[in-house]
């Protein structure tokens, strides 16, 4: 993929906006087309472009399976992967999947009207995973861990089902940013979400597009996009969640230091095992001195600081 990819996507993607909004198909009809909106929409869609660049996320001949709650982040992802189809020099497919996990007061029919209104294909993944999340979860615990475990190995289960060849998840820049404070904080490692992974099974390869993304431009963005928003009121109802403490010291930070969160994203990419302190990663016990050998005799040296100190 050449360097220039996320930059080469946006002009394309500008010249045919700039022939006629309304008649790509691969946009929103309900965003708005205001200057505002559409520089929002470039800079996230740069920033989509640049990590699937970076990353190699997706390539030719892919068939992305966009994993899709009813969320902001995930309508967000669908929304600019779809243009980037429409320009890329590659071709993949996309077809965008739910995981109805059976929640009370779900809104089954919300997804299939909006996905089918925008002639996205899809799938509608029916599991009551909800039931099995609140029988396994002891009292007063949180459900994330039992419900991210089972949604993942059904989504991936059914990925394999249909040939889909990447699984990408909405998980954005400020969640790695929570993921990697939260087991720094309660799981004693240095560990976050990393853009692209293989599954532990070595079956799928996982995909997040919007690892660039701020969730600030995300909010702004699903708001203006008028999305369908379905909220979860699975965890949602849970109060005092690790995560939701994460989180708003993560917001609290970037409106005391607006330049924090790039930098501590900045530092992600930038690791050096050997200023740490992990022996499995940096050889410290075979540390050595450099010994350069030297043709002065000790008695040459010391003459030499001598006539430098009476200098």
Known sequence: MSDDFAEDLDDGLDVEIAEDYSRQPFLNPDAPKTTAFLKLQKKIRRQVGEA???FNM???????MVCVSGGKDSYTMLDILLMLQAIAPIRFDIVAVNLDQKQPDFPEHVLPEYLSRRNIPYYILEKDTYSIVKELTPEGKTFCAVCSRLRRGSLYGFAQEIGATKVALGHH??????????NLFHGGTLKAMPPKLKSDDGRNIVIRPLAYVAEKDIIKY?????????PCNLCGTQENLQRAVVNNM???????????????????QSVHPSQLADRE???????KADVKEDTCSV????????????A
């Open 52 to 54: 699937i660049k970076d």
């Open 58 to 64: 997706i390539e030719d001949g892919d068939k992305i």
């Open 173 to 182: 820049r400020d969640d790695i940013m929570a993921t990697f404070f939260l």
């Open 222 to 230: 699903a708001s203006q996009s008028q999305f369908p928003i379905i």
């Open 250 to 268: 993560l917001r609290d930070w970037d409106a005391e230091h607006p330049k924090r969160l790039a930098s501590i994203f900045t530092a992600l």
């Open 281 to 287: 990663l940096f050889d410290f016990e075979s540390l």
């Open 299 to 310: 008695d040459d040296r010391r003459l030499d600081v001598v006539n430098l100190t009476l």
